[in-house]
């Protein structure tokens, strides 16, 4: 990861809420679930919401603040939304912490230390995002502490270090991972020799495989799971490739290096149609595998290569047959199954997308929030805003979950309302 700019270390003490106009508070119980945003990019992880009802341009100055809250502390991670509650993952004096803040007003109900704080010239904190499953909470730190919470409480169920636990290593930018739940396991990528992915028993924490025949190193991505033609496949992208490990015991299904660059390997694979799209920066592209699973295995075969979608650290969505995300600075459309190119526009600057009510939800690095159409026949900005810089890149991804969008920059927190009246 190339710097753009010396940061210097800061790390935000304290909390302090300031509390704005309580018109539009989600509904509470079962009714503010419906459209919950449980882990990273959401319920499925794939950026997209199925949430409806929403404001389709935004005012001039962007929506109304619900509620705002600073002095969370330092850190890179998005927010998972579950119930009433909001968690959050950050850098105190106690280290690397977690905490539970209440949905309707953002007075934050508990803290607790997971380990060992970490910054570089990047800047402090975690960088992943809490998982919710049922009744607990599952965190991975920037140094690699992997613990069980109760979601209520935050009272500690199991805790362990993949790094050293399976023999990985710190990479250069601190560890950016949100542990993937599925089934009955939790599914991390340590990056340790012959355990290069692993999965544990989500209820004690022990391991229940490690993928032996993969030693990459760890990347900056997040892993997902879909079937592949009956096969279970857990797919991430590592320091070295897009990869493909087999969820029922590790097995290595496919290793595409092509889409790999030696720098930060950032973005989350894309599923859909038994094909998988991965994408990294720094000069390198994406790519779309098709998958054919035969006798419990599943091969890779490429589909198209294309240097039309350099993504850094934003993501890209899909929605009715069509990508969106930032080549480098520039927001681009692709068309799924050919990569050809619909269009291009600098938008709100090199950012985060997600998508909601036929809409993209867009936050530039240089705190610009953007709201466009999703249509493949050209950019339609409907609105955007600008919030306060925190002193570092804007990097962590929006979510939008029961007519707000919530925004984190570091130690901030902010809830617009968003619901169409």
């Known amino acids: 990861m190339k710097p ?29 679930s419906a459209f919950d945003w449980p882990q990273w990019q959401g319920p499925d992880r794939s950026g997209v919401s199925k949430e409806t009802g929403l404001l389709q341009q935004w ?19 998005s927010l998972a939304v579950k119930g009433d509650h909001i968690y959050l993952q950050a850098l105190s004096r106690a280290g690397s912490t977690v905490s539970s803040l209440n949905r309707a007003d953002g007075r934050v109900e508990w803290t607790k230390a997971v380990g060992r704080g970490g910054s570089n010239d990047r800047g402090p904190g ?6 919710v499953d049922g009744d607990r909470l599952y965190v991975l730190t920037e140094n690699g502490d992997l613990a069980c919470l109760t979601a209520a409480s935050g009272a500690p169920i199991w805790q362990r270090n993949i790094l050293s636990d399976f023999g990985g290593r710190q990479i250069p930018w601190l560890i950016s991972e ?47 799971a879909a079937d592949v033609q009956g096969v ?48 990294s920066n720094y ?25 039309q979608m ?53 936050f530039s690095e240089d705190n610009v929030a953007g709201l466009a159409e999703a249509t493949p026949t050209a950019y339609k900005e409907k609105g955007r805003f600008r919030t306060v810089d925190q002193g570092f890149p804007s990097w962590a991804h929006p979510v939008v979950s029961g007519g707000r969008l919530y925004i984190r920059d ?5 809830a617009y309302n968003i619901r169409a009246r």
């Open 232 to 279: 279970r496949v857990i797919m991430t992208l590592t320091a070295d490739a897009g990869v493909g490990v087999r969820a029922s015991d590790g097995r290595l299904m496919w290793r595409h290096t092509a889409v790999a660059n030696g720098t930060a390997n950032v973005a989350t694979p894309v599923f859909a149609d038994n094909k998988v799209f991965y994408t």
């Open 178 to 224: 949100s542990p993937l739940v599925d089934g009955g396991n939790v599914i991390v990528t340590p990056g340790g020799p012959r355990a290069g992915m692993v999965a544990l028993d989500k209820m004690t924490g022990k391991t229940v495989w490690q993928s032996e025949q993969l030693s990459d190193e760890a990347g900056y991505a997040s892993p997902i």
């Open 283 to 307: 000069g390198t592209g994406a790519a779309l595998l098709a998958l054919t699973a035969q006798g419990g295995q599943v091969k890779a075969e490429q589909v198209y290569f294309t240097n």
């Open 126 to 131: 975690p960088r992943g995002t809490p998982t």
């Open 310 to 362: 350099q993504n850094h650290h934003g993501g890209v969505v899909l929605v009715n047959g069509y990508l969106y995300g930032f080549h480098q600075s520039i927001l681009t459309c692709l068309e799924f199954a050919t990569g050809r190119m619909m269009w291009r526009d600098r938008s709100v600057g090199k950012g985060t997308v997600l998508y909601a009510d036929n809409h993209l939800y867009l």
């Open 410 to 414: 570091q130690g901030t927190v902010a």
């Open 4 to 32: 753009h700019r010396v940061l210097t270390l800061v790390c935000a003490f304290g909390i302090s809420a300031v509390l704005a106009a309580r018109a539009g508070s989600p509904a509470q119980g079962s009714a503010a």
């Open 59 to 77: 005012p001039a100055a962007g929506p109304p603040v619900a509620w705002s809250i600073t002095g969370l502390g330092a850190g890179y991670g």
